[in-house]
DNA sequence: ATCATGCTCCATAGATCTATAGAATAGTCG
DNA sequence: CGACTATTCTATAGATCTATGGAGCATGAT
């Protein structure tokens, strides 16, 4: 009974119209800060360390396995994950390159993965300590992806002006700091910083992808920050947004 | 402070390892039957159609990328899936080709899943009506497939034997119907085929991958078919062996 | 030992992908 | 409208991937 056997061949090919693009590194790379923020051709040129043409034509590739979309804004074109499941996508690569790949686990350790996240705060212990108002919950991504998304109440410091406004931090106070994920060597850095400066510090287990696929809240805009807010507030966004500190269950979402 | 540029590279690089498995619809199909259930290189060139040379080295590629492994049995080689994130990443990619590709939708489509499958049942109907005693779960995967792994109290009836072997199904209870996964076509197939006997018959909303990945639990070995056992014993397995209905969120851990 | 079986390794022609320069296009601002 | 800017399209040389036949290697049987 093959008669479908065309078809069923149809359907793998397409599948591997999506596996297309993540044969290269920088189109994954693209991805992943797509995964973050929309961001412009020439940012994600920039980013990535690519020719503008050649990160053209890597978003043309990807842009026709559907994995990102476009949005003009007068001159410019934002480019922007198309969904959800993309960053599940992403991410359920990133596990599966952690947990099967020793290279990788030896790249993240080897760059103070390993020393900052021997002790990675739960998503749970977090809710609760900041709800006690014990611990500064901060984003250390660029700006553009904070107010593009994050976890509410926490702060922006980005990991590059981190040494030079660290005085904006109560240092009574732990920090937990978290960026893009578990590959991501934002958050992990800034810790390694922290702890150099005798502050006391870890990483939030997740990402803001990770927190969001979790069914918990996100705020967009520009937020609080600004160094004068204080940290009543801060804990008090955390907490007054979040329905319920239990995993939802969705259907999905890996809860780690 | 691009001092770890390099590694960052790296690490993405190593990312494209794994997309390189899956930039071709080959290596894809044989990674979802691997996640099925173990299979010797004849056997996957059998079932995908491929030179016995042509499915060996396609292995090679997979196994250097990891995401299989090997067990030797006398002269021959059996390959299996490198564990269960290899699964969730074939399934997360599946679910993004058919959110995404409305190509895909359509392929299914064309195949009828959409007539058997506009009314799925959920993992939770399953386990109620299961329990009352009110459907047969059946598994229209081929046998190896079945005794690799599947629903507690589910029989086995292949489709490609069903037509042949329909006496054996009490025609007044309902059947619902599991296979591979959202993208397979046996179950969709066997319940079109069913409901043209006259039978009630519906697709379960799960694969077995899916329910497996859900923390249900999985039965292994030829199980109870043969046509002789009775419908309780079939449904008690499913009740008895369940250990709750909710998802257990165990992070880990499915050893097959 | 000798042979058969089941797989992997090797070599290679043909197909596909990547980076990039330069041209073309779309939208903006005087 | 015409100059200007941000992107995309086009063409192409160089690099990489795929399918496949046949040799080479273990394992098990005679």
């Known amino acids: 009974m093959e008669h479908d056997s065309g078809r069923r061949a149809d359907l793998y090919e397409q599948l591997a119209r999506i596996g297309k693009v993540v044969v290269h590194p920088k189109r994954i790379e693209l991805l992943d800060l797509l995964c973050q923020a929309e961001r412009s051709v020439e940012a994600l040129a920039e980013a990535t360390g690519l020719k503008l043409t050649t990160a053209s034509a890597h978003l043309q590739v990807m842009r026709q396995a559907r994995l990102v979309?476009?949005?003009?804004?007068g001159t410019r074109v934002f480019y922007r994950a198309a969904g959800e499941e993309v960053c599940r996508f992403v991410g359920a690569m990133g596990d599966l390159a952690r947990t099967r790949l020793a290279e990788v686990d030896q790249i993240l350790r080897s760059l103070g993965t390993d020393a900052a996240g021997t002790e990675r705060v739960s998503r749970d212990e977090l809710l609760?300590?900041?709800?006690?108002?014990?611990?500064?919950v901060l984003d250390v991504r660029p700006a553009e992806e904070y107010s593009a998304g994050h976890i509410p109440g926490a702060r922006s410091l980005p990991l590059e002006h981190l040494e030079a406004r660290l005085d904006e931090l109560d240092p009574d106070l732990e920090v937990v700091a978290y960026c893009r994920g578990p590959l991501c060597l934002l958050a992990p850095e800034a810790v390694a910083l922290l702890r150099g400066r005798g502050r006391r510090a870890r990483c939030l287990e997740d990402g803001l992808?990770?927190?969001?696929?979790?069914?918990?809240?996100?705020?967009?805009?520009?937020?609080?920050?600004?160094g004068s807010s204080d940290g009543a507030e801060t804990h008090g966004a955390l907490v007054a947004t979040t329905p319920s500190p239990t995993n939802p269950s969705t259907h999905e979402g890996t809860p780690r």
């Open 209 to 226: 992808p990770e927190w969001r696929q979790a069914g918990l809240p996100v705020e967009e805009g520009i937020g609080t920050d600004g």
């Open 128 to 136: 609760a300590r900041a709800r006690a108002g014990e611990v500064v």
């Open 69 to 73: 979309e476009t949005r003009r804004d």
